[in-house]
């Protein structure tokens, strides 16, 4: 009996093994170029500092409730308030994370007779919204602006009369590039629709005082923004960005927001903590930026990896054997860099994803190198 029940799972376990997609946790171990605390926060004295001083003023650990029953504590609308004055937009609202926040953004805010035009490397929980959302959805090339107006054009010719909405990374997850924003935007605000822009790669790395890619455009209507703490804030949970009347759909529909129990008060002080931060320390970003730069020339000049223009570098080793074969190698010599294989990116481009923190300096990134490049002619193609 045990068997029978278990044996489609067991089953498919093994089928993942046996083409080298199968995952397993395992410990932090080695120099970090697998996380994403890009400046570095995570683990800050004035961070922590920042939740201790919380904690002594009697900020509880948990919220005890969902926002709309007795959850909504002052640290969360202190933060909300905050964070939107920071990013200068209309308003915000704090979620527990980037996967909850696009999760009700998705299956919310685009109604039956909408239209979702998306990237296809967009975010799972891009998908996952969408997949629980009623809006049509159409997928374009990566990156192509005209390929996204085309979609929303078709769907105007074929009768639809309901509001697009343009979804995008402002820099994406497994390529480390950026999004056309300036031309996407345009397209946005031409069809009277929604330019929705997650700029969980970007926070806290780019734009004025880390406000991310599409900060010349907060404060417009037509302008969504997930801002992730998780990631350069160091923290966790998501922001999302908007006109207010947008936010209080998403209080009065968004199920994810309703029904959840709201994240932790020290988290939301935290995150304040952190805004505050990336203005008065704009030498993280700097030093960021050198080591970006620093990244990319060695991996170029010794493995042809061309650079991606963030803090995220794809070393493309097709397929996943090679992929878990040399990121076993470079971790066992010491160098915490991950291999990522399909479904998270296309059939055929498993990869070691270099992610740039200032958790290491240039010495180690010229360590990493050596490393992939040595495990690379021990696992050859």
């Known amino acids: ?34 996380s994403n605390d890009y400046l570095g926060l995570a683990s800050s004295p004035r961070l922590k500092a920042a939740v201790q001083e919380a904690v002594a003023r009697g900020v509880p650990v948990g919220a005890a409730g969902s926002r709309l029953l007795r959850g909504n504590d002052p640290e969360h609308e202190a933060l909300e308030e905050e964070a939107a004055r920071f990013l200068r937009a209309d308003g915000c609202l704090f979620f527990a994370s980037g996967f909850d926040a696009n999760l009700a953004l998705f299956s919310t805010l685009p109604r039956r007779g909408d239209l979702i035009v998306y990237d296809e490397l967009i975010h799972a929980s891009v998908h996952a919204g969408m997949q629980a959302g009623k809006a049509e959805v159409a997928a374009t090339a990566h990156n192509d602006a005209q390929a996204m107006e085309d979609a929303v054009l078709r769907w105007r010719g074929a009768g639809g009369k309901g509001t697009p909405f343009i979804a995008v990374e402002s820099i994406y997850s497994m390529d480390g590039d950026a999004a056309p924003l300036t031309d996407l935007m345009a397209i946005a ?15 806290g790395v780019f734009g004025p ?12 209507e037509a302008l969504i923004s997930i801002h992730t703490c998780g990631k350069a804030l160091g923290v966790s949970g998501a922001l999302v960005t908007a006109h207010r009347s947008l936010l209080d759909f998403l209080v009065n529909r968004a199920r994810p927001f309703i029904y959840a129990t709201a994240p932790s008060p020290l988290v939301a002080a935290g995150v304040r903590e952190s805004l505050r931060i990336l203005k008065d320390e704009p030498e993280r970003r700097a030093r960021l930026s050198m080591l ?8 170029m000049q010794r493995l042809g990896v061309p650079p991606s223009g963030s803090q995220i570098i794809p070393v493309m080793l097709r397929t996943n054997a090679r992929a878990t074969a040399v990121a076993a190698k470079v971790r066992a010599a010491g160098f915490d860099c991950r291999a990522i294989r399909p479904p998270t990116v296309p059939e055929g481009t498993a990869r070691l994803r270099v992610s740039l923190t200032l958790n290491v300096d240039a010495a180690i990134v010229s360590g990493l190198v050596d490393a992939i490049a040595e495990a690379m002619a021990e696992v050859p193609a």
Do not use: I, N
């Open 189 to 203: 605000e031409r069809h009277d629709g929604f330019l929705v822009v997650d700029e969980a790669h970007a926070t």
């Open 209 to 220: 005082d880390g406000r991310g890619l599409a900060a010349d455009y907060e404060g417009r």
């Open 292 to 299: 970006v730069k620093t990244a990319e020339g060695s991996l």
């Open 1 to 34: 009996m045990s068997a029978g029940r278990l044996g489609r799972f067991t089953a498919t376990l093994e089928g993942l093994r046996g083409r080298s997609r199968g995952r397993a946790l395992e410990p932090r171990a080695g120099h970090d170029f697998a």
